[in-house]
């Protein structure tokens, strides 16, 4: 059994309100504590990780954590640090540390450019102000400050929900990636339950228009993202391993962490991006995507 690609939309309010009323709902009671569960073949209901529930969601930074060792992520050029708040309480834009070794020639020149606009005083892009969709590993880092994630679990797929403005994840589980996947922002993900605390996910199909993170890490369509979503802390954390691989950004695979703290704020809330991205005073902002043809 395989599936096809999915397509993305981010930023409608009636998906919003239905996404609001599943989370607070039915859809979320299937791992509910004393729910029944439907059978599940050689997959035990007890072998999953209870990570949906319409009373709580996952906090997390929009930073990379470095890994344990290894290769890591990009971060901040320590010649003009990442300040989330100074003195008059506006955060600084991001400038990339461009020497970091998994950058190819071509990635390195284009952040280059990217760092040189920022420092001559133009905004910096992000997906969440531009409306973007984040794309994948970018969901994880996904946000102004740090935005909760939402899970619906299912017996054949997992859905992950950004709040910042109810960007959508579909995880399929337990079939294998298509033969030829259609490549588009957020890909095919496909995963699996380990352990009875870990959900497995291997990503494919992504198209080159997301970034890796917030430093704008550009990518191509050869993107390979695998993650590892455990639980830990008795159930108040939720630690993710990434492993990334694009042989034509990247000179070696890497890894990066994340870690997301139990949110007990109740229900998804409605947040929805105000699609307003103008070239306003001249910063030539990013413009919101729009589609080349009508899918309907």
């Not at 009671?29 to 007890?46: F, H």
């Not at 133009?122 to 939402?150: D, E, I, M, N, Q």
């Not at 109810?166 to 490549?183: A, E, F, I, K």
């Not at 990518?219 to 639980?231: A, F, G, N, Q, Y």
Request: charged share 20%; glycine share 10%.
């Amino acid at each position: 059994m395989s599936v096809s690609g999915t397509r993305i939309v981010t930023g409608v309010v009636l998906a919003g309100v239905v996404l609001s009323a599943m989370l607070g709902g039915a859809a979320v009671l299937w791992l509910s504590p004393g729910a029944q569960r439907p059978a599940l073949g050689v997959q035990q209901a007890n072998a999953i990780p209870q990570l949906s529930s319409a009373e709580f969601g996952w906090l997390a930074d929009t930073e990379f954590l470095p890994p344990e060792s290894g290769p890591g992520p990009v971060t901040f050029d320590k010649a003009h640090p990442y300040v989330r708040n100074n003195a008059g309480g506006q955060a600084t834009f991001r400038i990339a540390d461009l020497a970091n070794p998994i950058l190819k020639p071509w990635v390195v020149e284009r952040m280059r450019r990217d760092n040189e606009d920022v420092l001559a005083g133009k905004f910096a892009f992000t997906a969440r102000a531009s409306c973007w969709p984040a794309g994948v590993p970018g969901f994880l880092v996904f946000g102004c400050g740090a935005r909760t994630v939402y899970f619906i679990q299912t017996r054949d797929k997992v859905t992950m929900i950004n709040d910042g403005d109810h960007q959508v994840r579909h995880v399929y589980l337990n079939v294998p990636h298509s033969p030829n996947v259609t490549p588009s922002w957020y890909g095919e993900s496909v995963g699996h339950y380990e352990d009875g605390d870990t959900l497995v996910i291997d990503t494919t199909g992504l198209n080159d228009k997301s970034f890796i993170d917030n430093y704008r890490t550009p990518h191509t369509d050869r993107l390979h993202v695998v993650e590892r979503w455990k639980l830990t802390g008795g159930g108040r954390t939720l630690e993710v391993s990434i492993t990334v691989e694009d042989p034509g950004a990247f000179n070696m695979v890497w890894s990066a962490r994340q870690v997301y703290q139990r949110a007990d704020q109740g229900p998804l809330s409605e947040i929805v991006c105000a699609e307003n991205s103008a070239n306003y005073f001249g910063h030539e902002v990013a413009p919101i995507p729009t589609a080349e043809r009508a899918e309907f």
